[in-house]
């Protein structure tokens, strides 16, 4: 961590000489610090850095690379994370949603095999934001949210192959059920039309 401090605050001194020469390292470096908060703070210095990582990569040199995009796409990943510690799924969502099309985009391009890994991070991430959205309008008593949440859910797993995408999918209903059998099973049915699914039956 004390080392992760002393290169940000290198990097971020040299950046300020000379940004185009610069930067570059100062948002390897601010990822890398955010990666080490994530393990020992409540989030928000991790959020703080891994934001600041992805702005200055943002406006970095040769938008249009692949190189460049991949780097966006890490750093959203990164961000996501750091959101979801938080508690803001919606965010958390948001990063994770532009990652995956960005990641998307390049495997079209010919990079499937070496952007797959990154995808399935980004996938598994947005499940668990997505998840964790759903408790979060259930608590706050918005069954209508709720089920906007779990519709989100439900449609990432068309496009996602991942075990643990479908089982964060398959929790995310059954507790929603347990929490507002009522409520969010109406909710429910206005929002897409459609019976609740039929793939869960109990927590546990």
Known sequence: MAAAERSVALYRRAAERDPAAHE????????????HLLRTDTGD??????????????????????????????RLRLLGRALHR?????????CFTEAETILRTLMETGGRERYA??????????AAA????????????RATE???????????TGRAGRSDVH????TAFARARAREPE?????????TGEPWPSFVYRIG
């Open 146 to 156: 709720a089920a906007a949440a779990l519709d989100r859910i439900h449609r990432l």
């Open 45 to 74: 210095g991790s959020v703080a850095a891994a934001r600041e990582a992805l702005e200055i990569t943002r406006r970095s040199a040769e938008p249009d690379g692949q190189e460049h995009r991949s780097r966006i796409a890490q």
């Open 86 to 94: 938080t508690g803001d799924e919606e965010e958390a969502e948001a």
């Open 130 to 141: 997505l998840g964790a959205a759903v408790d979060v309008h259930l608590d706050a008593g």
């Open 183 to 191: 409520g969010t099973g109406q909710a429910w049915q206005l929002l």
């Open 117 to 126: 890994a990154d995808l399935d991070a980004a996938l598994s991430g947005l």
């Open 167 to 170: 089982a964060a999918c398959v």
């Open 24 to 35: 570059p390292e100062l948002a390897r470096t601010l990822a890398a610090l955010s990666t």
